[in-house]
C-alpha cells in the first residue's frame, strides 16, 4: 500500500523541470545586467581625485565630451572644471 507523501516519479520530474526553467531564466537575467555605462568614467573621475589628494599635485585629465574637455583635480580634494560644483566636484545637473 502506497503512502499519503510519497512522490510520483512524474511529479518529481514536473518539479525538477519548472526548478530548472526558473534557474535558467533567472540566470540569463543576471548575466544580462551590466553597470551603466558611466560608471567606467566616474570611476577614472574618482580615481584621478584619490591620486591628487595622495600625490599632493593636481592632476589634469580631459575627457572626451565637449562639456568635460578638462577636469583639474587639487590636492585638497576641491575639482575645478567646466558643469562642476567647486567643492564637491558633483556635476551641476546632478543636483
Not at 562639456?67 to 558643469?83: C, E, I, K, Q
Request: no cysteine; net charge positive.
Amino acid at each position: 500500500m502506497r503512502s499519503a507523501n510519497a512522490f510520483t516519479l512524474l511529479e518529481v520530474v514536473i518539479v525538477l523541470t519548472l526548478l530548472g526553467l526558473v534557474l535558467g531564466i533567472s540566470t540569463v537575467a543576471l548575466v544580462s545586467l551590466r553597470p551603466p555605462h558611466r560608471a567606467h568614467w566616474v570611476a577614472v573621475l574618482d580615481s584621478s581625485r584619490t591620486a591628487a589628494i595622495r600625490s599632493g599635485t593636481p592632476v589634469v585629465i580631459r575627457g572626451s565630451q565637449p562639456d568635460t574637455s578638462r577636469w583639474l583635480f587639487l590636492p585638497d580634494g576641491r575639482v575645478l572644471g567646466p558643469n562642476v560644483e567647486v567643492l564637491t566636484g558633483t556635476p551641476h545637473d546632478a543636483r
